[in-house]
């Protein structure tokens, strides 16, 4: 999937630095750093978020009826 596609541009970048084309090399690197921090941000939780449970003791009892 995304992983995948933010490797392929690091690649085609490569390829366009070593072939010289640095701008369309920047171009590439861009697209697949963007890729690959849209993934970071959507895995990681806010900190506040961690630290208390999402249900209350009395909502999970409730819930399991």
């Known amino acids: ?3 995948l596609r933010a490797i392929l ?3 085609i970048g490569a390829v366009y630095h070593y072939k010289g084309s640095y701008e369309d ?3 590439a690197y861009g697209r697949g ?3 690959y921090m849209t993934l970071v941000i959507s895995s ?3 900190v506040s978020s961690t ?3 999402p249900f209350t003791r009395a ?3 409730t819930m399991r009826r």
């Open 44 to 46: 990681t939780r806010p």
């Open 9 to 11: 541009y690091h690649n």
């Open 51 to 53: 630290k208390s449970a």
């Open 33 to 35: 750093l963007a890729i």
């Open 25 to 27: 090399a920047l171009t």
């Open 59 to 61: 909502q999970s009892v």
């Open 1 to 3: 999937g995304l992983v």
